[in-house]
């Protein structure tokens, strides 16, 4: 088949060949990230083998599929059993979409140039699910069932198709119909999508705050969308791409210098402001590590920055930062966070709350002119 230009093919491949050839993966950026949503006290009632099935599932930084649902892979075998036995539906009569690793032969058959066999090299793994994984991973975990009956299931399959059009045509697919959240957006984009420098480190700053240890933030903020954080990844990253972006942070330096430090920067400049807010920032009460006040703390880096490379400090010195923003205790205050209080009286808006901070730094003692 053509579309404008493109060559790809339609193609019938059995169970066996979908077990053989197709691998699983999903994006990942260390353990936090492995979690398989779904209803963890259901597994017991589930005819999948988890155990077996997630071996098969590979989980790095250069995939793009997101997380494995089990409920939904729980439902789609037993939809596939109960079309086996009742023989009035197909269980995937959709096309699924593919792209192979390897280049494909097609050999056409006699008058007929758009119709032939295809040819797919047999190495495990070969073959990368762009849209139908949870329906194959579910073939894949009930093929038993089928015993020896023919099954085929429909593909239309790329022959090499470039990685970021692979990506391209999985946000395209699952951005609007499946409501892909933002943050697994934000996780492809820089990277898989298209080289983004700025939202690269990003993303990296922001998985940092989340990962390290001895970061204030940490486990605080959703990675992929996925988690018990209480803030999601995708307003944070496009607050700090917005900086990346423009000269904020070159001043006396190319902004680009500041890459390699921006993480060093801000998990210290974040734990200096629960040190200055700690009341705030270890309260129930106060709404000091949520999207908006985060982001507000992240717009005003750039004077933090510049405060330090005018005192001729390490941009990620954590003395230098907490002597710079100290004025913020006086000036500020835990009780500007509170939440049924200043925060709700005096506007929450990421721009109300940047201008506080920034009049804070610029008169540390109160004496606006």
């Given at each position: 088949?053509?579309?404008?230009?493109?060559?790809?093919?339609?193609?019938?491949?059995?169970?066996?060949?979908?077990?053989?050839?197709?691998?699983?993966?999903?994006?990942?950026?260390?353990?936090?990230?492995?979690?398989?949503?779904?209803?963890?006290?259901?597994?017991?009632q589930s005819k999948v083998r988890w155990d077996l099935l997630e071996r098969r599932i590979a989980a790095t930084d250069k995939a793009y599929?997101?997380?494995?649902?089990?409920?939904?892979?729980?439902?789609?075998?037993?939809?596939?059993?109960?079309?086996?036995?009742?023989?009035?539906?197909?269980?995937?009569?959709g096309a699924v979409i593919i792209s192979?690793?390897?280049?494909?032969?097609?050999?056409?058959?006699?008058?007929?140039?758009t119709l032939g066999i295809?040819?797919?090299?047999?190495?495990?793994?070969?073959?990368?699910?762009?849209?139908?994984?949870?329906?194959?991973l579910a073939l894949h975990a009930g093929i038993e069932q089928f015993g020896g009956e023919p099954f085929s299931v429909p593909a239309v399959i790329f022959d090499r198709l470039p990685e970021d059009h692979v990506v391209q045509m999985f946000v395209t697919i699952n951005a609007?119909?499946?409501?892909?959240?933002a943050s697994h957006l934000?996780?492809?984009?820089?990277?898989?999508?298209?080289?983004?420098?700025?939202?690269?480190?990003?993303?990296?700053?922001?998985?940092?705050?989340?990962e390290r240890e001895d970061s204030p933030l940490y486990g605080d903020i959703k990675l992929l969308g996925v988690g018990h954080g209480r803030v999601a990844q995708a307003p944070l990253a496009?607050?700090?791409?917005k900086l990346f972006s423009t000269d904020a942070f070159g001043t006396g330096r190319k902004a680009e210098d500041f890459h390699e430090e921006a993480t060093r920067f801000f998990v210290n400049y974040f734990k200096q402001v629960a040190v200055v807010f700690n009341a705030a920032w270890n309260g129930r009460k106060y709404s000091i590590r949520t999207a908006p006040a985060l982001r507000a703390f992240i717009r005003v880096a750039p004077d933090i920055v510049k405060h330090l490379d005018q005192q001729r400090a390490d941009r990620a010195d954590f003395r230098a930062i907490g002597r710079i923003i100290a004025p913020w205790g006086r000036r500020i205050g835990d009780l500007r966070f509170e939440t049924d209080g200043a925060w709700k009286r005096s506007g929450s808006t990421v721009d109300q709350l940047a201008k506080e901070l920034r009049?804070?730094?610029?008169?540390?003692?109160?004496?606006i002119g």
């Open positions: 088949m053509q579309q404008f230009g493109v060559t790809f093919y339609q193609a019938s491949l059995t169970a066996k060949d979908i077990d053989k050839l197709v691998r699983f993966e999903v994006l990942d950026y260390g353990d936090r990230g492995q979690q398989r949503t779904g209803v963890r006290g259901a597994a017991r599929q997101r997380q494995i649902i089990r409920k939904k892979i729980d439902e789609l075998v037993g939809y596939y059993e109960q079309c086996r036995q009742a023989r009035d539906l197909p269980s995937i009569a192979c690793d390897e280049p494909l032969k097609f050999d056409p058959v006699a008058g007929e140039p295809l040819k797919v090299p047999e190495r495990e793994g070969i073959l990368r699910a762009i849209d139908g994984q949870h329906r194959l609007k119909h499946t409501r892909l959240n934000v996780s492809l984009s820089g990277r898989q999508l298209y080289r983004d420098e700025n939202l690269a480190v990003a993303h990296d700053v922001v998985r940092a705050l989340s496009q607050e700090l791409k009049l804070a730094l610029q008169y540390p003692e109160g004496a």
